[in-house]
């Protein structure tokens, strides 16, 4: 089949280059020249593991090509998909379609034949119905369906969500829209993957009420891991214990600096604000949304802490900036809030991140960038992972204390445990794990907090750790 991919980010690329994959002929569109120029020359403008080989490989067998101009594309295809983004509208919360309505209208002028349009950037509900009446109203004459098909891959793991998703959600009550739509997913049938055919409306609400609700699993657990610090108990261990039943299942309970992201913050915004729209709001996850905001900056907190109550003329060493591990992506990254309090404060930050320094060199200021974790670590009174890359989790430790300047480490992603944390000889102070914490379990919390050593100074910080266990 022929299909039209308008928009070539995260998901248009991905898409694009595995229903190439699958077999398809592929033409990726997008406005931005600079893009689409990269990827003639062979270079990917994203960061996503397998990507460049499987565009590289489908370039070479000649289904899939880039361009910026959508007219003969669209014009031969049996199926265009929009994949333009939907960012949150400035000042109001609500999705941004401005993107999603332009692109409807230049398809519409180039429909020949019958030809599915089909949806697949995250829209809020109706918004097919809208796209269906700027294409009718301009082209009366053409012969099209208007189908949701909602994306659910994972940036860092997206090729394999696309080709082994869990499900396929379409969205449209046209027998010939969903023969196309069969059609296109096939290749995929040997994994058997369910094709949920559904209504336009139920298929767009479907797409935020899953990010919705893993938004709300991490907000929950991140709750309890505030528990878990004040009661001694071990966020991980509660984790654990909660995720091997299959009602609730262990993905998204990891305890973490709060959910960032190109996804889940747009859409659980977007969504409160279709929910009250419609005299139906969804108070669940509008608290979602503001615990999730402070916490993001109240991390900052957690770094003043290890460092003695205050960041003032510190120097902090991060490790990540980007959302999550395998991407460059740093939309909404939970590191933008904690440089943003950490500098209000008085702090001096350098970052490492394996792939999101070009990114971030774009959004953040007064930030130096280091080569490498442990160039990072020179000199800082704090180090702080916030990304949970793979690299991060073997580190040489020894390297890493005696690089710094004061051996405290704030691991926001649990990376390490705190025990051997403390054997190091180092401060360290984790999520959600009171042994994490920098002074030892109360029997008595009020008058054993006021007997608890200050963090801040190395000599305070190391003096007990190295009685002790002594440095390697
Ligand atoms: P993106 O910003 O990476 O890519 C969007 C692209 O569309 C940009 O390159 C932009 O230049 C292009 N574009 C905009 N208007 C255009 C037009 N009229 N013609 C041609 N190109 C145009 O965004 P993304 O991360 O790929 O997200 C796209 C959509 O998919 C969003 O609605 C998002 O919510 C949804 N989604 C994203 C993910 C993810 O992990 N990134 C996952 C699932 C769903």
Known sequence: MRIAMIGSGYVG?????????????????????????????????????????????????????????????????????????????????????????QAAREIAEELSGF????????????????????????????????VSNPEFLREGAAIDDFKRPDRIVVGTDDPEAIAVMRELYRPLSLNQPPLLVMGRRTAELTKYAANAFLATKITFINEIADLC??????????????????????????AGPGFG????????????????????PIRIVETVVSVNEERKRAMAGKVATACGGSVRGKRVALLGLTFKPNTDDMRDAPSIPLIAELQAGGALVRAFDPQGMDSARQILTGIDYADDPYACAVGADALVIVTEWDMFRALDLNRIRDAMAAPVVVDLRNVYR???????GFVYLSVGQFDGGIAPVPRDPVRASDARPRPNSSVTARGPEKALVPQP
């Open 13 to 101: 690329l991905v898409s694009g280059a595995c229903f190439s994959d699958f077999g398809h002929e592929v033409a990726c569109i997008d406005k931005d020249e600079a893009k689409v120029a990269a990827l003639k020359r062979g270079e990917l403008p994203i960061y996503e593991p397998g990507l460049e080989g499987l565009v590289a490989e489908n370039v070479r067998q000649k289904r899939l090509s880039f361009g910026t101009d959508l007219r003969s594309a669209v014009r031969q295809a049996d199926a265009v998909f929009i994949a333009v983004g939907t960012p949150t509208r400035r000042g109001d919360g609500e999705a941004d379609l401005s993107y999603v309505y």
């Open 115 to 146: 030809t599915v349009v089909v949806t697949k950037s995250t829209v809020p509900v109706g918004t097919g119905d809208e796209v269906e009446r700027i294409i009718r109203a301009a082209r009366p004459d053409a012969r099209v369906a208007v």
């Open 229 to 254: 610090e004040k009661v001694g108990a071990d966020v991980q261990d509660v984790a654990r214990g909660m995720g091997l039943d299959n009602r609730i299942g262990s993905k998204f309970l990891h």
């Open 261 to 280: 992201g190109s996804c889940f913050p747009k859409d659980t915004l977007a969504l409160c604000k279709t929910a009250r729209q419609h005299d139906a």
């Open 418 to 424: 705190p025990a051997e944390m403390r054997h190091r």
